[in-house]
């Protein structure tokens, strides 16, 4: 055991939306909440695809609510405003949260702070010390050495489920075959002439693309851009450079996919300058740190989402959130770009708090894009709206679970949910009350 010890109520591992969500929610239960993120910022895709709009926040054109509704209204309120609600110009998909991707990261922080949260950056959870399926204490790392937290619950928002899976939680690796999806490299270009830059009806600008790709200019995997208005006028996100084939768990391939990422980007950007209208003098900038993943683990929980329950609207008794996203699947293996409508137009689903459990741990919860899912609704449940929100959920049940002296399993749906409303989450629990 290492000298330096910690308790806490809640340690939440990961400080992604999910882990934001997560942390707050408990915080603001009255729960003390120790938050690790191993990297030196808040935020998960935020922080490595800086500037990726909040896409599904508005099933069937209802915001989800809870704390995702709250941070775009601090946000919107700002003089001059820090978020705006837009449509999407890519198929299927439909209004999303554009933002000033610096203030939205200052607020996340001030709000956890407002929540008591203390939050440890360059942290690394490492190893769960286990006691008949109970979570007794977590081994954790920083660069002053190992340090012992020892949780009542544990919330693992990781990403990629390590202490989960450490513990004992089963998993599966991408899809049936074991691919998962592409992992992205974005950047900016500032300085864009968006009215000539946007004049061609083609939302992936394909005329233009063929041409790079057949010259050698662009990979064969750029055929399709994804160039979408930035918040600040004339900026552009750039989310076209997808790199295949990379296992998220494996630092060596990530560091490998993020240099050759990041030639890509260089690639195009160069390419935009010269090709494209309204690009001539716009340069690049917010280069992804490293690239953002999409797909490692799922863990089997309680309950595993289908696309079958995608397909019929499901809307659980134990729902925490509402969803409509695409079947939004990004380049497995071989495969392409594709985001197809998961239900009827004018449907929602919901996932359930039971996608969060895992079976036989009694103090650990899961959230974000870990959860118990089948790889066609992880590839709709993935936004980061959804994730902040399921976060939201695990840290409100926590408080429920502490204060009741009941297994994470054993929390009442019923208190959950009537907590999670009282949050302003919308269109939960098997349906609108």
Known sequence: MSARIEDTDVLVIGGGTAGFGAAVAAGRSGLSVLLLEASSKIGGVMAFCPGMPWGGAYPVDEIIGGLIEEVTERLAAMRPPAAVKRPCNLANFGPEILYDHDIATFTMFEMLEESGVRLRLNATAGTPIMDAGHITEVL????????????????DCSGDGDISAKAGVPFSLGDASGNMMAVTISFH??????????????????????????????????????????????????????????????????????QEG?????????????????????????????????????????????????????????????????????????????????????GYYTIPFRSLLPEHIDNLMFAGRILSADPVAFASVRGMPQCMAMGQATGTAAALALHHGCAVQDVDIDALIAALRAQGVNRIGGATP
């Open 262 to 346: 990041r030639r890509r980007c260089v690639a195009l950007a160069r390419f935009l300058r010269s090709d494209v209208p309204g690009f001539e003098g716009a340069h690049m900038a917010m280069l992804s740190p490293t690239v953002g993943v999409r797909e490692t683990r799922k863990l089997r929980g309680v309950y595993q989402l289908t696309g079958t329950d995608l397909a019929a609207a499901v809307k659980f008794p134990d729902g925490i959130v509402s969803c409509d996203n695409p079947v939004d699947d990004v380049m497995r293996a071989e495969g392409d770009m594709t985001n197809e409508a998961a239900l009827t137009a004018g």
């Open 140 to 155: 954790c790392h920083d660069r002053n050495g190992t340090f012992t937290v020892r949780p009542r619950i544990v919330i």
């Open 189 to 258: 270009m500032i300085g864009v002439d968006w009215d000539a830059a946007f004049v061609d009806p083609d939302p992936y600008f394909t005329r233009y693309a063929s041409a790079g790709v057949a010259d050698g200019r662009l990979h064969p995997d750029l055929s399709q851009l994804y160039l979408m208005k930035g918040f600040h006028a004339g900026s552009v996100f750039c989310n076209s450079v997808h790199v295949r084939g990379v296992d998220g768990t494996d630092p060596v391939a990530v560091a490998a996919a993020t």
